[in-house]
Protein backbone atom coordinates (compact mmCIF):
# COMPACT_ATOMS: atom_id res chain seq x y z
CA UNK A 1 0.00 0.00 0.00
CA UNK A 2 2.58 2.63 -1.19
CA UNK A 3 -0.20 5.62 -2.21
CA UNK A 4 -2.52 6.24 0.51
CA UNK A 5 -5.10 7.64 -2.12
CA UNK A 6 -4.67 4.80 -4.28
CA UNK A 7 -7.11 2.01 -4.28
CA UNK A 8 -5.42 -1.61 -4.98
CA UNK A 9 -8.76 -2.34 -7.29
CA UNK A 10 -11.01 0.19 -9.37
CA UNK A 11 -14.31 -1.57 -10.33
CA UNK A 12 -17.40 0.44 -12.42
CA UNK A 13 -20.13 -0.93 -10.53
CA UNK A 14 -19.86 -2.69 -6.09
CA UNK A 15 -21.58 -6.02 -8.08
CA UNK A 16 -18.31 -5.75 -9.90
CA UNK A 17 -17.11 -7.27 -6.69
CA UNK A 18 -18.81 -10.02 -6.86
CA UNK A 19 -18.57 -13.50 -4.32
CA UNK A 20 -16.26 -15.36 -6.90
CA UNK A 21 -13.99 -11.92 -7.17
CA UNK A 22 -13.53 -11.97 -3.31
CA UNK A 23 -13.23 -15.85 -2.13
CA UNK A 24 -10.77 -15.62 -5.07
CA UNK A 25 -8.62 -12.76 -3.82
CA UNK A 26 -8.54 -14.09 -0.39
CA UNK A 27 -11.47 -11.74 0.91
CA UNK A 28 -13.71 -13.25 3.86
CA UNK A 29 -15.29 -9.90 4.88
CA UNK A 30 -15.80 -6.62 3.32
CA UNK A 31 -16.73 -3.06 4.42
CA UNK A 32 -19.26 -1.35 2.66
CA UNK A 33 -19.43 2.44 2.20
CA UNK A 34 -23.29 2.85 1.25
CA UNK A 35 -24.19 6.77 0.10
CA UNK A 36 -23.37 6.52 -3.91
CA UNK A 37 -21.54 3.45 -3.46
CA UNK A 38 -24.62 0.63 -3.45
CA UNK A 39 -27.18 3.15 -3.41
CA UNK A 40 -27.75 7.15 -4.34
CA UNK A 41 -28.32 9.41 -1.01
CA UNK A 42 -31.88 9.33 -1.29
CA UNK A 43 -32.64 5.75 -1.68
CA UNK A 44 -33.30 5.24 1.41
CA UNK A 45 -33.39 0.89 1.13
CA UNK A 46 -31.55 -1.50 -0.45
CA UNK A 47 -33.01 -2.18 -3.52
CA UNK A 48 -33.60 -6.27 -5.09
CA UNK A 49 -30.25 -5.68 -6.87
CA UNK A 50 -28.33 -4.66 -3.99
CA UNK A 51 -30.37 -7.21 -1.74
CA UNK A 52 -29.32 -10.32 -4.42
CA UNK A 53 -25.53 -9.15 -4.35
CA UNK A 54 -26.05 -9.23 -0.29
CA UNK A 55 -27.32 -13.14 -0.87
CA UNK A 56 -24.99 -13.98 -2.93
CA UNK A 57 -22.14 -12.89 -0.52
CA UNK A 58 -23.23 -14.50 2.29
CA UNK A 59 -24.24 -17.51 0.31
CA UNK A 60 -20.71 -17.69 -0.20
CA UNK A 61 -19.38 -17.18 3.89
CA UNK A 62 -18.35 -13.38 3.18
CA UNK A 63 -18.93 -11.33 5.95
CA UNK A 64 -20.13 -7.72 5.73
CA UNK A 65 -20.21 -4.48 7.68
CA UNK A 66 -20.99 -0.96 7.22
CA UNK A 67 -19.29 2.38 7.69
CA UNK A 68 -21.14 5.21 7.10
CA UNK A 69 -20.17 9.10 7.13
CA UNK A 70 -23.75 9.53 7.07
CA UNK A 71 -26.12 10.01 10.08
CA UNK A 72 -27.51 6.84 12.55
CA UNK A 73 -31.13 7.70 10.96
CA UNK A 74 -30.44 6.82 7.35
CA UNK A 75 -28.02 4.19 8.32
CA UNK A 76 -29.91 2.63 10.38
CA UNK A 77 -33.13 2.33 8.25
CA UNK A 78 -30.80 0.93 5.54
CA UNK A 79 -29.96 -1.63 7.85
CA UNK A 80 -33.00 -2.20 9.30
CA UNK A 81 -33.33 -5.33 7.44
CA UNK A 82 -29.90 -6.17 6.79
CA UNK A 83 -28.80 -6.23 10.59
CA UNK A 84 -25.15 -6.13 9.31
CA UNK A 85 -22.75 -4.75 12.22
CA UNK A 86 -22.62 -0.77 10.88
CA UNK A 87 -21.67 2.48 11.81
CA UNK A 88 -22.57 5.62 10.83
CA UNK A 89 -20.99 9.03 11.59
CA UNK A 90 -18.19 6.69 10.94
CA UNK A 91 -15.46 9.50 10.73
CA UNK A 92 -13.60 8.17 7.69
CA UNK A 93 -10.48 8.71 6.77
CA UNK A 94 -9.85 7.60 10.26
CA UNK A 95 -9.39 4.33 10.62
CA UNK A 96 -10.97 3.52 14.19
CA UNK A 97 -14.65 2.42 13.10
CA UNK A 98 -13.10 0.20 10.16
CA UNK A 99 -11.18 -2.10 12.96
CA UNK A 100 -14.61 -1.96 14.94
CA UNK A 101 -16.08 -3.61 11.62
CA UNK A 102 -13.23 -5.67 10.92
CA UNK A 103 -13.67 -7.11 14.63
CA UNK A 104 -17.42 -7.74 14.61
CA UNK A 105 -17.03 -9.47 11.59
CA UNK A 106 -14.60 -11.42 12.89
CA UNK A 107 -12.16 -11.03 10.06
CA UNK A 108 -8.12 -9.66 9.73
CA UNK A 109 -6.20 -7.47 7.64
CA UNK A 110 -5.18 -9.72 5.63
CA UNK A 111 -8.98 -11.30 4.52
CA UNK A 112 -10.55 -7.72 4.70
CA UNK A 113 -11.42 -5.14 1.78
CA UNK A 114 -13.38 -2.30 1.87
CA UNK A 115 -15.13 -0.50 -0.63
CA UNK A 116 -16.54 2.81 -1.66
CA UNK A 117 -16.51 5.94 -4.05
CA UNK A 118 -14.50 8.26 -2.09
CA UNK A 119 -10.80 8.34 -2.24
CA UNK A 120 -9.98 10.82 0.42
CA UNK A 121 -12.60 9.17 3.00
CA UNK A 122 -13.33 5.47 1.56
CA UNK A 123 -9.83 4.39 0.33
CA UNK A 124 -7.84 6.58 2.77
CA UNK A 125 -9.56 5.17 5.65
CA UNK A 126 -8.91 1.63 4.14
CA UNK A 127 -5.41 2.38 3.99
CA UNK A 128 -5.02 3.58 7.52
CA UNK A 129 -6.62 0.27 8.53
CA UNK A 130 -3.79 -1.31 6.73
CA UNK A 131 -6.51 -2.87 4.92
CA UNK A 132 -6.94 -2.89 0.43
CA UNK A 133 -9.87 -0.80 -0.65
CA UNK A 134 -12.18 -1.08 -3.62
CA UNK A 135 -13.03 2.26 -5.79
CA UNK A 136 -16.17 2.68 -7.48
CA UNK A 137 -17.50 5.72 -9.53
CA UNK A 138 -20.30 7.48 -7.26
CA UNK A 139 -23.35 6.24 -8.61
CA UNK A 140 -25.14 9.64 -8.59
CA UNK A 141 -22.47 12.34 -8.11
CA UNK A 142 -23.01 15.87 -6.35
CA UNK A 143 -23.02 18.87 -8.55
CA UNK A 144 -21.82 21.74 -6.56
CA UNK A 145 -18.66 23.37 -6.82
CA UNK A 146 -17.26 21.63 -3.59
CA UNK A 147 -17.73 17.80 -5.57
CA UNK A 148 -16.53 18.95 -8.51
CA UNK A 149 -12.78 20.34 -7.27
CA UNK A 150 -12.82 17.17 -5.26
CA UNK A 151 -13.49 14.89 -8.89
CA UNK A 152 -10.64 17.21 -10.26
CA UNK A 153 -8.18 16.76 -7.28
CA UNK A 154 -9.20 12.67 -7.53
CA UNK A 155 -8.31 12.35 -11.57
CA UNK A 156 -5.18 14.17 -10.89
CA UNK A 157 -4.18 12.01 -8.17
CA UNK A 158 -5.03 8.74 -10.11
CA UNK A 159 -3.82 9.81 -13.55
CA UNK A 160 -0.37 10.77 -11.33
CA UNK A 161 -0.26 7.38 -10.16
CA UNK A 162 -1.07 5.87 -13.26
CA UNK A 163 2.48 7.84 -15.16
CA UNK A 164 4.27 6.22 -12.47
CA UNK A 165 3.67 2.43 -12.74
CA UNK A 166 4.58 3.27 -16.13
MG1 LIG B 1 -19.93 7.41 -0.49
Redesign the pocket.
Known sequence: MKFTFIPEYRFNKYSDASAEFLLKEGFRGIIL?????LEPYETAVPGEKLIEWFDSLRENGIKVAFV??NNRKRVELFNKELKFPCYSKGKKPFKRNVLRAMADMGTTRENTVLM???MF??VWAAHNAKIPAILVP?IKDKTDVFTKLKRVLERWVLNRSEKRKK
Open positions: DIDNTSNGDQTDP
